[in-house]
């Protein structure tokens, strides 16, 4: 089992920048692929920013390239999503995942098997 905490979100302005942190427990291991996915109320849960544990290549979601970075600590057990010039539409609850896929990339949030409780990021105009 791998247990994941987050935190980090806030309430912010239009422009500013939050850093959420994901630490991990457990069998950690087990993990290879380490998402920041985010949920609005209607909408879908989509991925922001994914990292390989091991090879540390990053893959961003369209909406946040070259606003967003994920990163990882040394030991590998904090996982951090800095959120630059931040927008409106990135409020959302945000949610980091782990996934113990090694045969081929997790694809959407059923390839996940830990979650997060999630950290909420409300930016406002």
């Known amino acids: 089992q791998v247990q994941l905490v987050e935190s980090g979100g806030g309430s912010v302005q239009a422009g500013d920048s939050l850093k959420l942190s994901c630490v991990m427990s457990?069998?950690?291991?087990?993990?290879?692929?380490m998402t920041w996915f985010r949920q609005a109320p209607g909408k879908e849960r989509e991925g922001v920013a994914r990292i390989h544990r091991l090879t540390s290549i990053t893959l961003y979601a369209d909406s946040v390239k070259d606003r967003f970075t994920i990163s990882q600590d040394g030991p590998k057990i904090t996982v951090y999503l800095h959120m630059n010039s931040l927008k409106p539409e990135d409020t959302a609850m945000y949610y980091c995942a782990a996934s113990s896929l090694w045969t081929r990339n997790p694809v959407g949030p059923a390839d996940y098997d830990y979650w997060g409780q999630g950290t909420q990021v409300t930016v406002s105009s």
């Open positions: 457990g069998k950690t291991e087990d993990t290879y692929y």
